[in-house]
């Protein structure tokens, strides 16, 4: 195992002298050069079900949009994310889990997938299909529109969970949706709100109204400069009426 934040002359000269038949990386975040690629075959392990969502963060992706879900073992060559396949095991979100919690499942299936395509070194195949982008997700990208449908919103303050974090405007303020679910509440449906207003429900939720007409239970939330909280507590400390920009 050699550990190094860039290959640079003195890693690949380690590289090659290794002897070793080929050499395995794991979210390493750079393209690996040409010059290292010519000298072995290499082995990246991709949060995603390739060809979706090559890039960044193909786990985050994939939550947010519910598709490609699962892991790849493939063959590294000059493009993103575009070598052959060596081994694929498609895989589930469980209930609420988040990106950060669902890295750490992913990650010890993806280490036995690795481990079996190691021993069992099968052939190398194309890969086939529709392929789609996990650029970055950014803090501004992690800004939520109440404009969209509650579930998608649901999916998305998940995936942007530990990092960089969903937020929203309050009163001129920055806070942090730490985390948010579904709701089963009989709801006071027959209340014209307007997107982003947050209320209480019937069943004592705090709740955000959100596009097509649907509704988000609200749970843990981080206002600016401060500790993260249940959205209850937050609620009662707040003066009238409530809403997200």
């Not at 390739?50 to 947010?64: K, Y």
């Not at 995936?159 to 009989?186: C, H, K, L």
Request: glycine letters at 6%; a negative charge.
């Amino acid at each position: 195992m050699h550990k190094t934040n860039k290959i640079d002359e003195e890693a690949l000269n380690a590289i090659r002298q290794s002897n070793a038949d080929k050499a395995v990386i794991v979210a390493y975040g750079a393209m690996i050069p040409q010059a290292a690629l010519s000298a072995l075959p290499w082995w990246n392990l991709h949060f995603s079900v390739l060809p979706e969502w090559r890039g960044a963060t193909p786990l985050q992706h994939s939550m947010m949009h519910d598709t490609g879900i699962g892991i790849s073992v493939f063959e590294l060559d000059s493009g993103l994310d575009t070598g052959p396949l060596i081994s694929q095991l498609p895989l589930s979100f469980l209930e609420n889990e988040t990106a950060g919690e669902a890295l750490i499942r992913f990650a010890e299936n993806g280490s036995n997938l690795l481990i079996r395509a190691l021993e069992e070194n099968p052939e190398p195949m194309i890969q086939k299909g529709s392929s789609s982008l996990a650029p970055k997700i950014t803090r501004l990208d992690a800004k939520i529109n109440f404009e969209e449908n509650a579930a998608d919103l649901i999916r998305f303050i998940r995936a942007a969970n530990p990092e960089p974090m969903a937020w929203a405007i309050q009163n001129g303020e920055p806070i942090r949706i730490i985390f948010a679910s579904a709701t089963t509440s009989s709801l006071d449906s027959g209340k014209l709100r307007g997107v982003g207003e947050i209320y209480k429900s019937d069943d004592n939720e705090i709740m955000v109204q959100c596009g097509d007409k649907s509704s988000l239970r609200l749970e843990l939330v981080q206002p600016a400069g401060k500790r993260e909280t249940v959205a209850t507590d937050w609620w009662n400390g707040l003066k009238g009426t409530a809403k997200f920009d």
